[in-house]
């Protein structure tokens, strides 16, 4: 089953996911159903900046940490509990996470954080400002960087590149969680 949940945050990278066991219904199995909850990590330092960020580990903003005291209180809204929780290495994801989790009253829930879930890695592009970028090389180069599934950017990860770290990272250690229920 999956739950979509929107905040008006911005839409690239992966940041903390975790399973939940839904409330169950009094005439449900306690064990209730699997639920995969995918959140991206609040506003970073560099996102603010408009910077490729990849695998530079900044910190979130404010609004970064508000965002994600807001997508806690949403979570918290739902009455749901996580049962595990998985997140990328780098500080603004697990930062996120850590403030999800204390506003769900879980900060000591059991959480694996992997490089197998960092965000893409943007190679020489890490730092400059997407604005430069286009200027320095073009923005139909750029936009097929950014969106291509096959294309990398120069010493760094397509989308593909990216896929094959994050699937099998996620097939064996995610899908059993799910399984579990």
Not at 46 to 67: P, Q, S, Y
Not at 97 to 113: A, F, H, S, W
Not at 150 to 169: C, M, N, Q, Y
């Amino acid at each position: 089953r999956y739950v979509h949940m929107r905040d008006e945050g911005r839409a690239s990278g992966w940041a903390a996911a975790g399973t939940m066991r839904e409330t169950p219904k009094s005439d449900e199995s306690p064990l209730g159903e699997s639920v995969l909850v995918l959140v991206r990590h609040g506003e970073s330092e560099w996102n603010k900046l408009n910077r490729f960020t990849g695998w530079k580990d900044v910190g979130l903003t404010e609004e970064g940490m508000t965002e994600a005291h807001r997508a806690g209180a949403m979570l918290k809204e739902t009455g749901q509990r996580f049962h595990c929780a998985f997140t990328s290495t780098l500080k603004r994801a697990h930062n996120t996470l850590d403030i999800i989790l204390d506003e769900l009253g879980q900060g000591k829930l059991p959480t694996v954080k992997a490089a197998a879930l960092n965000e893409r890695d943007y190679g020489e592009l890490v730092g400059i400002n997407k604005d430069e970028a286009r200027k320095r090389w073009g923005a139909e180069q750029v936009h097929l960087w950014q969106r291509s599934y096959d294309i990398a950017p120069p010493g760094g990860e397509s989308l593909k590149d990216t896929a094959l770290r994050v699937v099998p990272f996620f097939q064996k250690w995610i899908v059993p969680e799910l399984q579990k229920g």
